[in-house]
């Protein structure tokens, strides 16, 4: 069974640096790609990464480009996600995804709260 | 940018069908994906690749998709089945995933 948890959402200030983890099982975690997606208190579902099975590519909106990274360490099934000169707009919930192919997602985590707030 | 529009609500009665759209240009010629949301947990996959379901979703949850609009029809609705729905696509040019706003289904 595929197991994702995500850890390290805080509470942190305008201008922070944040990092989650994911802590990944149940499959062999190098084969797949996998995701971010975010959620805003009471908004929809946003795409933030994503990142090839060898971590040699990764992919981002425009938006968010030059302030998230993705990143991830095969050896030890974990995904993160580097956030830079957080916002307000910032503040959801993160979502760890494994891509079931690489056009959708296929199996997510219970999320992580990240808040940014002065 | 590849916009995806969705009514924001729809309200059925237990035991009819529920239709969700989701409205985009050309959408008929890319790959849809749908995913349920209850209060407080993560999305769930109910349709992939348009019209196939993952093991575990029942049949009477199906989708379609043809020209600009992709279509999740669920059939005998109950209680069970009030969620948001999002669907969502790929863009294989750009390499970049988008979602549609989503629809908050209701049942009467």
């Known amino acids: 069974e595929v197991q994702l948890l995500e850890s390290g959402g805080d509470w942190v200030q305008p201008g922070e640096s944040q990092r989650l983890s994911c802590a990944a099982s149940g499959f062999t975690f190098s084969d797949y790609a996998m995701a971010w997606v975010r959620q805003a208190p009471g908004k929809g579902l946003e795409w933030v990464a994503t990142i090839s099975g060898t971590g040699r590519a990764s992919y981002y909106p425009g938006s968010l480009k030059g302030r998230f990274a993705i990143s991830r360490d095969n050896s030890k099934n974990t995904l993160y996600l580097q956030m830079n000169s957080l916002r307000a707009g910032d503040t959801a919930l993160y979502y760890c995804?494994?891509?079931?192919?690489?056009?959708?997602?296929?199996?997510w985590g219970p999320g992580v709260l990240v808040t940014v707030s002065s | 940018s590849f916009a995806l529009a969705q009514p924001p609500s729809v309200s059925v009665a237990p035991g009819q069908t529920a239709t969700i759209t989701c409205g985009g240009n050309k959408i008929g010629s890319k790959s849809v994906h749908w995913y349920r949301q209850k209060p407080g947990e993560a999305p769930v996959m109910v349709v992939f690749?348009?019209?196939a379901r993952p093991s575990g979703i029942p049949e009477r949850i199906s989708g379609a998709n043809a020209a600009n609009t992709a279509t999740l029809t669920i059939s005998t609705v109950d209680a069970g089945d009030e969620a948001d729905y999002y669907c969502q696509v790929w863009d294989s040019d750009s390499d970049h995933w988008f979602f549609g706003g989503g629809t908050k289904l209701t049942v009467l």
């Open positions: 690749d348009d019209t």
């Open positions: 995804a494994k891509h079931r192919s690489l056009g959708n997602f296929g199996s």
